[in-house]
């Protein structure tokens, strides 16, 4: 058994997943949190492996950047291979002058500009799978994280030009903006699996520093944690 852009064998992925945009964060997580992880697919460079955490089955791969990208992936997951909880694990940028870099955002629901959401006759809202969203929630307050739980807009373009209209994302209180979620809830909702997004916050245009790279280790070894912590209670 094989799918166009997944090589794995029936019953090599767990029911349980984590998707980082970065196939190399997949192998980073599976090489340094998991147990006797093993890689199930490597098609396209978009590695994906399986093993345990904490005594549980566990997978995680790469889904590439953009709606596109992740578009591929979810669905071939869901129905070849029977996976049922999906968490992105993403970086963001913030869409608030009072959220900070590392804080953790888990993304309730996305908004959209990608015209994935053109099949509706309405406007589709794309939302978290609440039970994930609340575990996640209090892990991550356990955790002493700086935790928000809101909107996130999920864009078509990372250099997009000035359209009017852009304050109106940040006045509505999205929180912030990457480039997967609102397909990773969409098609979970299409094929009735779960689905959370967790994200960091990588960069700010209301701050003027970056993260050094042992703070962008830290904040990444905390959501891989917490999204694993909570992916196993599913
Ligand atoms: N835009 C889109 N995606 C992102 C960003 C951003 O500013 N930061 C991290 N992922």
Known sequence: MSTPHIRAKEGEFAESILLPGDPLRAKYIAENFLEGAELVTDVRG???????WKGKRVSVMGTGMGIPSISIYVPELIKEYGVKNLMRIGTCGAGQDYI????VILAEGCCTDSGMLDIFPGDFAPIANFEMLNTAYEKSLQRGNRTFVGLMKSSDLFYGEPVPGDDLWARYG?????MEGAA????????GA??????TVSDSPFEDRELT??????SLNNMIELALDTIIEF
Do not use: F, N, P
């Open 174 to 178: 999205v929180l912030g903006v990457e």
């Open 213 to 218: 790279s042992a703070q962008r280790e830290t």
């Open 46 to 52: 978009i590695l994906g492996y399986t093993g345990s």
């Open 184 to 191: 990773l809830y969409t098609i979970a909702a299409r094929y």
């Open 194 to 199: 779960r689905a959370l997004m967790l994200c």
């Open 100 to 103: 900070k870099l590392e804080d």
